[in-house]
């Protein structure tokens, strides 16, 4: 472990949600400590519940893919819906995605548009991509 991952650990131990999600992306990229998704997952979890967006962006994306937690669509659309309220942007553009096809959350054209809209007008082209297809379809 590194000194300044020690610095980290010591600061997050503390409930400093920044250490905490810094401390988690050591331990998920393996930069500064050897790599440990479980660790990741638990430091994420910590900077989530504090309200850190990108944590809990990261963790929504851990649930989706079952990296050393539990896949769980319906955990990882609680995380995505708690960023997405916070207006981070990917989160809006994925959690529409689990409303328009009902992973984790019921499926729901309109939340699916609503979420689509919200990322959209803020740049995310995805988001755009899939306001298109809606409207394709319901043409």
Not at 26 to 40: F, K, L, T
Not at 49 to 60: C, D, I, S, T
Not at 101 to 119: C, H, L, S, Y
């Amino acid at each position: 472990m590194t000194k300044s991952t020690d610095s980290y650990l010591k600061a997050a131990n503390l409930g400093d949600v920044e250490a905490q999600y810094h401390l988690a992306l050591i331990y998920y990229n393996g930069d500064g400590a050897p790599q440990n998704y479980s660790e990741a997952a638990a430091w994420l979890l910590s900077a989530a519940e504090q309200g850190h967006v990108e944590a809990q962006y990261q963790l929504a994306g851990m649930y989706m893919s079952g990296r050393s937690v539990s896949k769980d669509y319906t955990e990882a659309a609680k995380w995505y819906c708690q960023a997405a309220e916070l207006g981070h942007v990917p989160s809006q553009n994925n959690l529409g995605e689990l409303y328009f096809t009902g992973q984790g959350v019921p499926q729901n054209k309109f939340e699916a548009e609503r979420w689509f809209n919200k990322a959209a007008k803020q740049g995310n082209v995805n988001a755009e991509m899939a306001l298109e297809i809606l409207a394709r379809a319901d043409n």
